[in-house]
């Protein structure tokens, strides 16, 4: 079985190949135009998405060595994300199923993150906890089984890697935040200041609220002159990363003890963040836990994730009705 993965719920433009003999091509499109507007501009995406998914899932082919008549199943995303984005891909992997005469799949794409480390040569075995963290979420998820999910923490109000945009934007430093931070953090002295981490009630204790760091930072650079300001650039991301980072961390080990499990998940655009992954490798090691962390390249909004989930999904024998819509709220459900 080969299974043609679309990818668009935001500004990358992905398409991959995943079959018996793993991952054969995994091609992403993305879209700086998005950088001097400090974020992603939907109706520019969605223009871009239509430009990039011809060529890209082409290229995805080529890398692969195979022809569409060669696919047996396609997967795309169909939420949640943008609705103009999701649109472009899911409408082209419609067409193609009906040209072609074969089976389509819609994915979750949280859903589709949770196997991104399903493409590693080591694999989690269920049940294991996955933390999942990108520009608009932050959850940590029960992982029962594939397709069998519980929601054991959300965020609160911004997702981590809406966080490191907003810092970045106070800063200065540009956008996308999370690259930008993780960079200039590293010449940076992660104690300089004291940011707060958000304690939650017992009710809530793994959820995450980051608002009250990001005010933080905003507070403290009010207090700094110009000249403080860029001495200080680096402590300061440096100070601020550290506390985003050590309340992921903090919670992910408190529900692994709490439910006795010693397999832990991390995987969304965040999971590429240096200091994060160095933190966890060192909690793993100390706390005798099994990591699983993907490349970077698979952190990010990638095809290659929403292939191996569909593969899964399909040689299931599930598939979607052509009636299928745009979801771009669409939660992680069992």
Known sequence: MLILGIETS?????????????????????????????????ELASRAHIKNIYPIVQAALDKAKVKLSDISGIAVTFGPGLVGSILVGLNYAKALALALDKPFIGINHIEGHIFANYLQANDPRPPFVTLMISGGHTLLILVKAPGEYQIMGSTRDDAAGEAFDKVAK??????????????VAEQGDPNYVRFPQA???????YDFSFSGLKTA??????????????????DIAASFQHALVEVLVERSLELLAELKLNRLSVVGGVAANRWLRQRLEDEAIKNNIQLFIPSPILCTDNAAMIARA?????S???????????????ALTT
């Open 10 to 42: 935001c500004d990358e433009t992905s398409a991959a190949i995943y079959g018996e003999a793993g991952l054969l091509s995994n091609e992403i499109a993305s879209q700086i135009i998005h950088q001097k507007y400090g974020g992603v501009v939907p």
């Open 170 to 183: 106070m800063l200065e430093l540009g956008y996308p935040g999370g690259p930008i931070i993780s960079k």
């Open 199 to 205: 304690k939650m009630k017992d009710n809530q204790k």
């Open 217 to 234: 930072v905003l507070y403290h650079l009010q207090k700094l002159t110009p000249v403080e300001r860029k001495n200080h650039l680096a």
């Open 310 to 314: 569909g593969y899964y999904r399909l």
């Open 316 to 330: 299931s024998g599930q598939t979607s009705p052509f009636t299928l819509s745009p979801q771009p709220s669409l």
